[in-house]
Protein backbone atom coordinates (compact mmCIF):
# COMPACT_ATOMS: atom_id res chain seq x y z
CA UNK A 1 0.00 0.00 0.00
CA UNK A 2 1.60 3.36 -0.87
CA UNK A 3 2.27 5.65 1.73
CA UNK A 4 0.99 9.44 1.77
CA UNK A 5 2.27 12.54 3.39
CA UNK A 6 -0.56 15.35 4.35
CA UNK A 7 1.31 18.51 4.42
CA UNK A 8 -0.51 21.47 6.15
CA UNK A 9 -0.93 25.23 5.32
CA UNK A 10 -1.82 26.86 7.98
CA UNK A 11 -1.63 30.66 9.04
CA UNK A 12 1.69 29.93 10.34
CA UNK A 13 2.90 28.40 7.19
CA UNK A 14 3.73 25.09 6.48
CA UNK A 15 3.94 22.31 8.72
CA UNK A 16 4.81 19.19 7.44
CA UNK A 17 3.51 15.62 7.74
CA UNK A 18 6.98 13.37 8.84
CA UNK A 19 5.52 9.63 9.15
CA UNK A 20 2.62 9.80 6.56
CA UNK A 21 0.04 7.26 6.08
CA UNK A 22 -0.55 4.23 4.44
CA UNK A 23 -3.80 3.99 2.69
CA UNK A 24 -4.91 1.92 -0.33
CA UNK A 25 -4.99 4.31 -3.04
CA UNK A 26 -5.72 8.09 -4.03
CA UNK A 27 -9.42 7.73 -3.51
CA UNK A 28 -8.75 6.95 -0.18
CA UNK A 29 -6.24 9.76 0.20
CA UNK A 30 -8.85 11.95 -0.70
CA UNK A 31 -11.25 10.75 1.89
CA UNK A 32 -8.43 10.87 4.71
CA UNK A 33 -7.61 14.32 3.62
CA UNK A 34 -11.39 15.10 3.79
CA UNK A 35 -11.75 14.33 7.17
CA UNK A 36 -8.24 15.44 8.94
CA UNK A 37 -9.47 18.81 7.03
CA UNK A 38 -12.60 18.27 8.98
CA UNK A 39 -11.17 17.36 12.27
CA UNK A 40 -8.52 20.52 12.49
CA UNK A 41 -10.99 22.73 11.00
CA UNK A 42 -14.46 21.59 13.06
CA UNK A 43 -16.04 24.55 15.32
CA UNK A 44 -13.59 27.06 14.17
CA UNK A 45 -14.24 27.15 10.43
CA UNK A 46 -14.30 30.59 10.34
CA UNK A 47 -10.72 30.99 10.71
CA UNK A 48 -9.50 28.20 9.27
CA UNK A 49 -11.14 27.99 6.42
CA UNK A 50 -7.84 29.60 4.41
CA UNK A 51 -5.84 26.22 5.17
CA UNK A 52 -5.12 23.42 2.91
CA UNK A 53 -3.74 20.00 2.81
CA UNK A 54 -1.07 19.58 0.77
CA UNK A 55 -0.59 15.91 0.01
CA UNK A 56 2.10 14.24 -1.67
CA UNK A 57 3.52 10.39 -2.52
CA UNK A 58 6.38 8.88 -1.74
CA UNK A 59 8.42 10.27 -4.66
CA UNK A 60 7.40 13.95 -2.76
CA UNK A 61 5.34 14.73 -5.38
CA UNK A 62 2.18 16.72 -5.28
CA UNK A 63 -1.09 14.01 -5.90
CA UNK A 64 -3.53 16.62 -4.58
CA UNK A 65 -4.41 19.99 -2.55
CA UNK A 66 -7.25 20.11 0.14
CA UNK A 67 -8.58 23.54 0.56
CA UNK A 68 -10.45 23.97 3.84
CA UNK A 69 -13.45 25.71 2.48
CA UNK A 70 -13.98 22.77 0.10
CA UNK A 71 -15.31 20.41 2.47
CA UNK A 72 -16.41 23.05 5.31
CA UNK A 73 -19.93 21.57 6.35
CA UNK A 74 -21.27 24.56 7.40
CA UNK A 75 -20.98 25.76 3.85
CA UNK A 76 -23.33 23.19 2.48
CA UNK A 77 -26.27 25.29 2.74
CA UNK A 78 -24.79 27.92 0.23
CA UNK A 79 -26.04 28.17 -3.50
CA UNK A 80 -23.26 26.72 -5.78
CA UNK A 81 -22.08 30.07 -7.43
CA UNK A 82 -21.71 31.58 -3.96
CA UNK A 83 -20.08 29.01 -2.34
CA UNK A 84 -17.38 28.73 -5.44
CA UNK A 85 -16.61 32.50 -4.94
CA UNK A 86 -16.15 32.09 -1.01
CA UNK A 87 -13.84 29.43 -2.13
CA UNK A 88 -12.25 31.24 -4.33
CA UNK A 89 -12.20 34.00 -1.67
CA UNK A 90 -10.33 31.60 0.62
CA UNK A 91 -7.85 30.27 -1.52
CA UNK A 92 -7.13 33.63 -2.16
CA UNK A 93 -6.65 34.62 1.29
CA UNK A 94 -4.62 31.55 1.91
CA UNK A 95 -2.19 32.76 -0.68
CA UNK A 96 -1.94 35.96 1.01
CA UNK A 97 -1.55 34.68 4.32
CA UNK A 98 1.66 32.85 2.96
CA UNK A 99 2.74 35.39 1.32
CA UNK A 100 3.18 37.70 4.58
CA UNK A 101 4.20 34.70 6.68
CA UNK A 102 6.88 34.60 4.08
CA UNK A 103 7.83 38.28 4.07
CA UNK A 104 7.73 38.57 7.62
CA UNK A 105 10.33 35.30 7.86
CA UNK A 106 12.85 37.21 5.21
CA UNK A 107 12.47 40.11 7.35
CA UNK A 108 13.54 38.01 10.46
CA UNK A 109 16.32 36.33 8.56
CA UNK A 110 17.85 39.88 7.52
CA UNK A 111 17.67 40.95 11.05
CA UNK A 112 19.66 37.86 12.37
CA UNK A 113 22.00 37.89 9.66
CA UNK A 114 23.33 41.83 10.71
CA UNK A 115 23.16 40.60 14.15
CA UNK A 116 25.26 37.68 13.35
CA UNK A 117 27.93 39.67 11.43
CA UNK A 118 27.64 42.25 14.56
CA UNK A 119 28.15 39.17 16.40
CA UNK A 120 25.35 39.91 18.68
CA UNK A 121 22.56 37.44 20.13
CA UNK A 122 19.73 36.67 17.72
CA UNK A 123 16.43 35.21 17.07
CA UNK A 124 17.35 31.69 15.89
CA UNK A 125 13.58 29.83 15.71
CA UNK A 126 9.73 31.47 16.29
CA UNK A 127 6.87 29.45 16.88
CA UNK A 128 9.16 26.44 16.67
CA UNK A 129 10.05 27.23 13.32
CA UNK A 130 13.90 28.27 12.43
CA UNK A 131 14.86 31.46 11.32
CA UNK B 1 -4.64 0.73 7.33
CA UNK B 2 -3.38 1.28 10.60
CA UNK B 3 -6.38 3.66 11.05
CA UNK B 4 -8.46 0.50 11.82
CA UNK B 5 -6.58 -1.37 13.49
CA UNK B 6 -7.69 -0.18 17.00
CA UNK B 7 -6.19 -1.05 20.43
CA UNK B 8 -4.58 -4.29 19.30
CA UNK B 9 -2.15 -6.05 21.16
CA UNK B 10 -3.35 -5.19 24.64
CA UNK B 11 -2.82 -6.93 27.45
CA UNK B 12 -5.90 -7.93 30.11
CA UNK B 13 -4.80 -7.91 33.61
CA UNK B 14 -7.81 -6.92 35.38
CA UNK B 15 -8.40 -10.16 37.33
CA UNK B 16 -5.29 -12.09 36.60
CA UNK B 17 -3.81 -9.35 38.77
CA UNK B 18 -5.72 -10.79 41.87
CA UNK B 19 -4.07 -14.04 41.68
CA UNK B 20 -0.62 -12.57 40.59
CA UNK B 21 1.77 -13.68 43.85
CA UNK B 22 3.25 -10.85 45.46
CA UNK B 23 1.38 -8.25 43.82
CA UNK B 24 -1.74 -8.49 45.87
CA UNK B 25 -1.83 -8.22 49.63
CA UNK B 26 -4.00 -7.40 52.46
CA UNK B 27 -2.76 -5.03 55.00
CA UNK B 28 -2.61 -6.06 58.77
CA UNK B 29 -4.25 -4.09 60.26
CA UNK B 30 -8.11 -4.05 59.65
CA UNK B 31 -9.26 -0.40 60.84
CA UNK B 32 -5.85 1.29 60.56
CA UNK B 33 -5.30 3.45 57.34
CA UNK B 34 -2.65 1.77 55.84
CA UNK B 35 -0.12 3.86 53.70
CA UNK B 36 -0.43 0.98 50.92
CA UNK B 37 -4.01 2.28 51.01
CA UNK B 38 -3.66 5.97 50.76
CA UNK B 39 -4.11 7.53 47.06
CA UNK B 40 -7.63 7.54 46.46
CA UNK B 41 -8.91 10.58 47.23
CA UNK B 42 -12.77 8.63 47.95
CA UNK B 43 -11.27 6.16 50.37
CA UNK B 44 -9.34 9.33 52.08
CA UNK B 45 -12.43 10.64 52.47
CA UNK B 46 -14.31 8.23 54.27
CA UNK B 47 -15.14 8.02 58.01
CA UNK B 48 -12.80 5.00 59.57
CA UNK B 49 -15.87 3.06 60.35
CA UNK B 50 -16.85 3.03 56.98
CA UNK B 51 -13.06 2.74 55.67
CA UNK B 52 -13.02 -0.05 58.20
CA UNK B 53 -15.36 -1.73 55.76
CA UNK B 54 -13.52 -1.78 52.35
CA UNK B 55 -10.05 -1.03 52.99
CA UNK B 56 -8.78 -4.82 54.89
CA UNK B 57 -10.61 -6.47 51.68
CA UNK B 58 -8.15 -4.33 49.48
CA UNK B 59 -5.85 -5.42 47.05
CA UNK B 60 -3.65 -3.62 45.40
CA UNK B 61 -2.59 -4.09 41.67
CA UNK B 62 -0.31 -1.93 39.58
CA UNK B 63 -2.03 -0.31 36.62
CA UNK B 64 -0.55 -1.12 33.02
CA UNK B 65 -0.79 1.16 30.01
CA UNK B 66 -3.16 -0.67 28.01
CA UNK B 67 -4.68 -2.87 30.43
CA UNK B 68 -8.24 -3.64 30.40
CA UNK B 69 -9.83 -3.40 34.09
CA UNK B 70 -13.62 -3.78 32.93
CA UNK B 71 -15.42 -5.04 29.63
CA UNK B 72 -18.06 -3.90 27.64
CA UNK B 73 -21.32 -5.65 28.66
CA UNK B 74 -19.42 -8.05 30.63
CA UNK B 75 -20.51 -8.16 34.41
CA UNK B 76 -18.57 -6.03 36.84
CA UNK B 77 -15.61 -8.58 39.03
CA UNK B 78 -13.69 -5.69 40.64
CA UNK B 79 -14.70 -1.81 41.57
CA UNK B 80 -11.19 -0.26 41.49
CA UNK B 81 -9.77 2.67 43.54
CA UNK B 82 -6.81 4.24 40.96
CA UNK B 83 -4.21 5.95 43.81
CA UNK B 84 -2.31 7.15 40.28
CA UNK B 85 -2.22 7.05 37.10
CA UNK B 86 -5.45 7.88 34.42
CA UNK B 87 -8.35 5.67 33.34
CA UNK B 88 -10.43 6.34 30.12
CA UNK B 89 -14.06 4.65 29.83
CA UNK B 90 -13.93 3.93 26.36
CA UNK B 91 -17.58 3.37 24.37
CA UNK B 92 -16.68 -0.16 21.79
CA UNK B 93 -18.35 0.17 18.51
CA UNK B 94 -19.66 -2.56 16.54
CA UNK B 95 -16.97 -1.85 13.91
CA UNK B 96 -14.16 -1.94 16.66
CA UNK B 97 -13.19 1.78 16.87
CA UNK B 98 -13.23 3.02 20.61
CA UNK B 99 -13.94 6.99 21.58
CA UNK B 100 -13.17 8.14 25.62
CA UNK B 101 -16.32 9.10 26.98
CA UNK B 102 -14.75 9.60 30.43
CA UNK B 103 -11.52 9.82 32.26
CA UNK B 104 -11.22 8.40 36.34
CA UNK B 105 -8.54 9.14 37.98
CA UNK B 106 -7.46 8.92 41.85
CA UNK B 107 -10.29 11.31 42.52
CA UNK B 108 -12.72 8.34 41.20
CA UNK B 109 -13.62 4.61 41.18
CA UNK B 110 -14.55 2.29 38.11
CA UNK B 111 -17.41 0.43 38.84
CA UNK B 112 -18.12 1.53 41.64
CA UNK B 113 -22.45 0.75 40.74
CA UNK B 114 -21.95 -2.71 40.98
CA UNK B 115 -21.87 -2.49 45.23
CA UNK B 116 -25.55 -2.13 44.52
CA UNK B 117 -25.81 -5.81 42.89
CA UNK B 118 -24.82 -7.54 40.21
CA UNK B 119 -23.88 -5.24 37.16
CA UNK B 120 -22.52 -5.48 33.50
CA UNK B 121 -20.90 -2.23 32.36
CA UNK B 122 -21.44 0.12 29.58
CA UNK B 123 -17.87 0.66 28.93
CA UNK B 124 -14.26 -0.39 28.78
CA UNK B 125 -12.10 0.58 31.05
CA UNK B 126 -9.12 1.42 29.88
CA UNK B 127 -5.21 2.44 31.33
CA UNK B 128 -4.03 5.58 29.53
CA UNK B 129 -1.89 6.74 32.27
CA UNK B 130 -0.27 4.10 34.02
CA UNK B 131 0.06 3.82 38.10
CA UNK B 132 -1.57 1.77 40.43
CA UNK B 133 -4.78 0.87 42.03
CA UNK B 134 -6.66 -0.55 44.70
CA UNK B 135 -9.57 -3.26 44.47
CA UNK B 136 -11.68 -5.08 45.98
CA UNK B 137 -14.27 -7.90 44.92
CA UNK B 138 -18.49 -6.83 43.72
CA UNK B 139 -19.29 -9.00 45.96
CA UNK B 140 -17.00 -7.88 49.10
CA UNK B 141 -18.15 -3.95 48.06
CA UNK B 142 -21.77 -5.07 47.84
CA UNK B 143 -21.22 -6.46 51.77
CA UNK B 144 -19.95 -2.91 52.56
CA UNK B 145 -22.67 -0.77 50.64
CA UNK B 146 -25.21 -2.42 52.45
CA UNK B 147 -23.93 -2.18 55.80
CA UNK B 148 -23.36 1.41 55.31
CA UNK B 149 -25.13 4.10 54.32
CA UNK B 150 -22.32 6.37 53.46
CA UNK B 151 -20.43 4.26 51.35
CA UNK B 152 -23.81 4.15 49.04
CA UNK B 153 -24.38 7.78 49.29
CA UNK B 154 -20.79 7.71 47.70
CA UNK B 155 -21.74 5.24 44.72
CA UNK B 156 -24.37 7.10 43.74
CA UNK B 157 -22.87 10.29 44.14
CA UNK B 158 -19.82 9.18 42.16
CA UNK B 159 -22.22 7.92 39.48
CA UNK B 160 -23.86 11.35 39.50
CA UNK B 161 -20.03 12.97 38.78
CA UNK B 162 -19.41 10.18 36.25
CA UNK B 163 -22.61 11.30 34.57
CA UNK B 164 -21.96 15.11 34.73
CA UNK B 165 -18.52 14.30 33.16
CA UNK B 166 -20.15 12.55 30.71
CA UNK B 167 -22.73 15.50 30.21
CA UNK B 168 -19.84 18.25 29.72
CA UNK B 169 -17.65 15.82 27.49
CA UNK B 170 -21.21 15.85 24.59
CA UNK B 171 -21.30 19.36 25.28
CA UNK B 172 -17.94 20.27 24.53
CA UNK B 173 -17.58 17.52 21.25
CA UNK B 174 -20.21 19.39 20.05
CA UNK B 175 -18.81 23.17 20.73
CA UNK B 176 -15.44 23.40 20.89
CA UNK B 177 -12.37 22.79 18.43
CA UNK B 178 -10.63 19.68 19.01
CA UNK B 179 -7.30 21.74 19.81
CA UNK B 180 -9.05 22.64 22.75
CA UNK B 181 -10.03 19.19 23.39
CA UNK B 182 -6.66 18.08 23.21
CA UNK B 183 -5.22 20.38 25.57
CA UNK B 184 -8.14 19.72 27.85
CA UNK B 185 -7.15 16.09 27.57
CA UNK B 186 -3.36 16.38 28.78
CA UNK B 187 -4.57 18.31 31.66
CA UNK B 188 -6.72 16.06 33.06
CA UNK B 189 -4.20 13.04 31.98
CA UNK B 190 -1.80 15.09 34.04
CA UNK B 191 -3.46 15.12 37.00
CA UNK B 192 -3.21 11.61 37.42
CA UNK B 193 0.00 11.63 36.74
CA UNK B 194 2.76 11.77 38.95
CA UNK B 195 5.47 14.38 36.93
CA UNK B 196 5.14 16.48 34.06
CA UNK B 197 5.95 13.50 31.52
CA UNK B 198 2.73 11.51 30.05
CA UNK B 199 4.06 8.17 28.61
CA UNK B 200 1.20 8.52 25.66
CA UNK B 201 1.75 7.66 21.88
CA UNK B 202 -0.45 10.11 19.11
CA UNK B 203 -2.24 6.71 18.47
CA UNK B 204 -2.88 6.47 21.74
CA UNK B 205 -4.42 10.25 22.08
CA UNK B 206 -6.06 9.72 18.32
CA UNK B 207 -8.31 6.84 19.52
CA UNK B 208 -8.84 8.69 22.59
CA UNK B 209 -10.38 11.84 21.14
CA UNK B 210 -12.00 10.00 18.23
CA UNK B 211 -9.52 11.62 15.45
CA UNK B 212 -7.48 10.69 12.66
CA UNK B 213 -3.38 10.35 13.91
CA UNK B 214 -2.59 12.86 10.72
CA UNK B 215 -4.78 15.42 13.13
CA UNK B 216 -3.29 14.58 16.64
CA UNK B 217 -0.41 15.29 14.96
CA UNK B 218 -0.37 18.56 13.54
CA UNK B 219 -2.46 19.66 16.64
CA UNK B 220 0.57 18.29 18.93
CA UNK B 221 2.56 20.50 16.91
CA UNK B 222 0.68 23.75 17.13
CA UNK B 223 0.64 23.06 21.28
CA UNK B 224 4.56 22.68 20.64
CA UNK B 225 5.40 25.79 18.68
CA UNK B 226 3.00 27.55 21.23
CA UNK B 227 5.66 26.46 23.87
CA UNK B 228 2.99 24.29 25.96
CA UNK B 229 4.71 21.15 25.61
CA UNK B 230 7.12 18.83 24.09
CA UNK B 231 6.71 15.93 22.14
CA UNK B 232 8.71 12.20 21.70
CA UNK B 233 7.67 8.79 20.26
CA UNK B 234 5.69 7.90 23.29
CA UNK B 235 5.90 10.54 25.20
CA UNK B 236 4.69 14.41 26.02
CA UNK B 237 6.35 16.67 28.19
CA UNK B 238 4.27 19.54 29.41
CA UNK B 239 6.24 22.51 29.66
CA UNK B 240 3.53 25.07 30.56
CA UNK B 241 0.83 24.05 32.59
CA UNK B 242 -1.26 27.65 32.49
CA UNK B 243 -0.49 28.08 29.06
CA UNK B 244 -2.37 24.37 28.50
CA UNK B 245 -5.08 25.63 30.69
CA UNK B 246 -5.59 29.08 28.33
CA UNK B 247 -5.25 27.13 25.11
CA UNK B 248 -7.78 24.19 26.51
CA UNK B 249 -11.89 24.88 26.70
CA UNK B 250 -13.81 25.43 30.44
CA UNK B 251 -14.90 22.17 30.14
CA UNK B 252 -11.14 21.22 32.11
CA UNK B 253 -11.78 23.24 34.87
CA UNK B 254 -15.65 22.62 35.35
CA UNK B 255 -15.12 18.81 35.38
CA UNK B 256 -12.12 18.88 37.34
CA UNK B 257 -14.66 20.94 40.26
CA UNK B 258 -17.09 18.92 39.89
CA UNK B 259 -15.26 15.83 40.45
CA UNK B 260 -13.56 16.92 43.63
CA UNK B 261 -16.37 18.40 44.82
CA UNK B 262 -17.70 14.59 45.26
CA UNK B 263 -14.79 13.89 47.49
CA UNK B 264 -14.95 17.11 49.34
CA UNK B 265 -18.41 17.71 50.25
CA UNK B 266 -18.68 13.89 51.20
CA UNK B 267 -15.63 14.48 53.55
CA UNK B 268 -17.26 17.66 55.09
CA UNK B 269 -19.96 15.49 55.74
CA UNK B 270 -18.63 12.72 57.58
CA UNK B 271 -16.59 15.32 59.37
CA UNK B 272 -19.87 17.00 60.81
CA UNK B 273 -22.17 13.99 61.43
Known sequence: ?131 | MNEDKRMSGIVTIGRSCESAPGIARTPAASTEFSQQARGNRLLEALAPADRALIVPHLKYCPLLQGAILQESETPVEQVYFPQSGMISLVVVMRTGEVVETAAVGREGVIGAFAGLGRWNAFTRAIVQVPGSAAFISAARFQQAVRQSEKITELVLRCKEALLSQVQQTAACNALHPLEARLARWLLHALDGSEGATLPLTQDALAHMLGARRTTVTFLARRLQDAGLIRYRRARIDVVDRAGLEQAACECYETVRRRTYEVGEDKAARVLDV
Open chain 1, 1 to 131: MPLYYFHLHDSKGLSSDPDGTMLADDVAARAHARRVAQELMQHRELKTRHWKLQVCDMAGEVVFETLFASVDHTLDQLDPELRASLEQLSRSIGGLVVAISDCRMTIMQSHALLARAEGKPYLATVDGRRI
